[in-house]
């Protein structure tokens, strides 16, 4: 059975729409996609460090949509790992764990990875919305398009802006379908 494993923020849960409301609250003012095109979470959210560090931030972000769904389809398809980069912000262990389990109950505790670097991880298929992340991963990767990378050329990552496509790229009747 193949392996994907799918990054957290920016790609299940809504970080970019967690930071507008944290800086909307700050600043009075409500930043769209449009207005942040292109520009770096540090750039536009000068506040961003202090943020991640808030208790809550990571427990109530927003669901992407249409992210359960399909997640749930490739759950009986493949075997999913959910692989989030916590380690930095210690106090998201839990809340991640929390957040996946109300949001994705279908994950069990033995389907998630929280580490430092992604690099250590092995799979068939990357979901990610990080070069970081997705350049040194040896399998099929998939940039999942944010306001962050929206303005960088994809290179031999595929590029897609939502769960449906991806579900349209992965989801399969057929058990033998292979990638490319």
């Known amino acids: 059975m193949k392996t ?8 299940l849960a809504d970080v970019f729409e967690q930071f507008v409301r944290y800086d909307a609250a700050r600043t009075g003012i409500r930043k769209s996609a449009k207005d942040v095109f292109g520009l770096g979470e540090v750039e536009l959210f000068p506040h961003a460090d202090t943020d991640l560090l808030t208790p ?61 670097k992604k690099t250590i991880i092995q799979a068939d ?26 303005h960088l050329d994809a290179g031999r990552h595929i590029r897609v802006y939502s769960w449906r496509e991806l579900e349209a790229t992965l989801v399969s009747n057929d058990t033998k379908w292979s990638f490319r």
């Open 4 to 11: 994907i494993a799918v990054d957290m923020d920016g790609v």
């Open 125 to 150: 298929v990357m979901i990610d919305d990080h070069f970081k992340n997705l350049d040194p991963f040896q399998g099929e990767t998939f940039l999942f398009s944010q306001p962050h990378n929206a």
């Open 56 to 116: 809550g931030f990571f427990r109530n972000m927003s669901v992407i949509k249409d992210s359960q769904e399909v997640l749930e389809q490739l759950n009986r398809q493949y075997q999913v790992f959910i692989v989030s980069s916590a380690t930095q912000f210690p106090q998201s262990l839990t809340e991640k764990q929390d957040w996946l389990k109300e949001h994705f109950p279908f994950i069990g505790w033995q389907q998630i990875v929280f580490c430092g």
